[in-house]
């Protein structure tokens, strides 16, 4: 896994950004569009390639040594807000954890920015308000959206701070926080102090791009195009589901209900096990609802990785409950160990993103297979495809081939886009495509158009052709297919002894294809 090459936005952004950084030292990609992000990850990728050299092996072992740090800050967040124990079981699963797992070797700044959290939120709670306040910078300074966790709890001190009530001061003061010498004004300037070296970083980029929040589609799909009502009720039950159930961590929080409402605490000479202290799981429970809520609003694609700095909150309260109602707690966390696990290999007959299990590695391999035989093939053809392979056969330093391949790109193999790739077909003579989107097997929700709709309006959903299908379509014949648990790749020649006959073949194809629901 080490060795693969690189995988979907990996590709698309991150690794030509930190490419850009090595040759040319600009923190500004200009070898793909500027999305804005801070480049904290780029630069340390692009520092390990200058030290040791540019291939993926590198890159994925300078991203598990952040997966490292980060699981380090999800120790010492468990360790201080609970016991050893609580800490590394909680390490053991978030390590465990599908997408955690998936994530550690990718370089992408998700897992980063959530392990700097970590850390910080360590040293909050240990009342290191200026260690705290540096930590949430750099933060930031990996990921746009860390900024939610300090913004979160400065807007919580400031409620706090205007509680009078004896009665409701538990929620908000902690041990440490009485001890401070730092009253709550500071504390709270202090967790908005890192919005200034993001605010920097923006004020950077509108200089060198004339953009704020990076080119004017990347803002139209991730903000503009998500101010719905009924989108955001849609994404707001999707990313409550990820912070709760999906990939088999409803087998932890469903454990963690049942021993809560059925089991006393458990004893241990003669007192009770303590558990986190209402204040801590409430700076938790705010963290995760903020970014529940700012994820389902913003965020044109709903991915699990977004959710990365918050599910390890979930899963330290998750274990210390078991920990300390449950007598069997440590067969409880093995058995919940092994299900994190076999979600590995196992793909969900739910729609989900392949890089959040082992289901990416397949994606590779099918695209190493395909664009191998593309490249040994036809190295001179024009090929029709869509994006990632777009880039993966256009930029051999991504891994894929040795030398570039003229490409006509279309978004994606639903029924539209291959009739009106059919019209250009003296464009191209080859065709590469794939599974765009992970196909689950037939579900109950599969029958519901009104689903379907909102999947389709909202959420960017469409289903691919078969490659039978767009054969018949493009006047071509397929030489090369393979598929891997419900994923596909397949190379089409196209026939241009057949143009003439190009209408009646496309209505007759159109005419004969069955509705998808």
Not at 125 to 154: D, H, N, S, Y
Not at 314 to 320: E, G
């Amino acid at each position: 896994m080490l060795h693969l090459p690189y995988f979907w936005d990996e590709g698309g952004y991150y690794i030509p950004a930190a490419r850009d950084i090595l040759l040319t030292g600009s923190l500004i990609p200009h070898s793909t569009v500027s999305n804005a992000h801070p480049p904290l990850v780029m630069a340390w990728l692009a520092l390990w390639w200058k030290v040791i050299g540019y291939t993926p092996l590198v890159t994925r072992t300078a991203m598990l040594i952040l997966a490292a740090f980060s699981l380090s800050g999800v120790f010492r967040l468990a360790e201080r807000v609970s016991n050893t124990n609580v800490a590394i079981a909680s390490t053991l699963l978030t390590a465990l954890y599908p997408v955690f797992f998936a994530q550690s070797s990718l370089a992408q700044v998700d897992l980063a920015a959530a392990g700097l959290t970590f850390w910080a939120l360590s040293a909050y709670v240990e009342g290191q308000w200026v260690v705290a306040g540096l930590w949430f910078a750099l933060a930031a300074l990996t990921k746009e959206t860390a900024i939610l966790t300090p913004v979160a709890l400065a807007s919580w001190e400031t409620v706090g701070m205007l509680v009078q009530r004896n009665s409701l001061r538990k929620l908000w003061m902690h041990a440490d926080f009485r001890a401070s010498a730092i009253t709550s004004l500071p504390r709270i300037a202090l967790l908005l102090l890192p919005a200034l070296p993001l605010a920097l970083w923006y004020a950077f980029h509108y200089s060198r791009t004339g953009y704020v929040f990076g080119n004017p589609e990347f803002f139209r799909y991730n903000v503009a195009a998500t101010l719905s009502l009924t989108r955001f009720l849609l994404a707001l039950a999707i990313r409550l589901w990820q912070v709760t159930g999906y990939l088999h961590l409803w087998v932890l929080t469903l454990a963690t209900l049942v021993v809560m409402e059925t089991l006393p605490p458990q004893q241990d000479d003669g007192s009770e096990r303590a558990r986190i202290s209402i204040s801590i799981q409430m700076i938790f429970y705010v963290v995760t609802v903020a970014y529940v809520v700012a994820m389902a609003l913003i965020g044109g694609a709903v991915l699990a990785r977004y959710m990365l700095p918050v599910v390890p909150l979930v899963i330290i309260l998750s274990v210390s409950t078991l920990w300390r109602r449950l007598k069997l707690w440590r067969a409880t966390i093995t058995f919940i160990a092994l299900a994190f696990v076999l979600a590995w290999f196992w793909n969900p007959h739910y729609g989900f993103s392949p890089e959040d299990n082992l289901a990416y590695r397949g994606h590779i391999v099918l695209h190493e297979d395909g664009e191998r035989f593309l490249e040994a093939r036809y190295p001179m053809a024009r090929v029709l495809t869509a994006w990632p392979a777009s880039d993966e056969i256009a930029r051999p330093w991504l891994g894929y081939i040795t030398r570039p391949m003229r490409v006509v790109r279309i978004e994606d193999f639903s029924m539209d886009e291959v009739l009106s790739a059919a019209e250009l077909r003296s464009n191209y003579e080859v065709a590469l495509i794939f599974s765009t989107k992970y196909e689950p097997g037939p579900a109950l929700w599969d029958r519901w158009r009104w689903w379907t709709k909102m999947k389709t309006r909202f959420f960017g959903f469409h289903r691919d052709l078969p490659p039978p299908a767009v054969a018949q379509i493009l006047a071509g014949r397929i030489v090369f297919s393979e598929q891997r648990k419900g994923q596909w790749i397949a190379v089409i020649e196209i026939d241009q002894s057949k143009m003439e006959n190009a209408e009646a073949r496309i209505a007759n194809a159109a005419s004969r294809m069955k509705p998808a629901f």
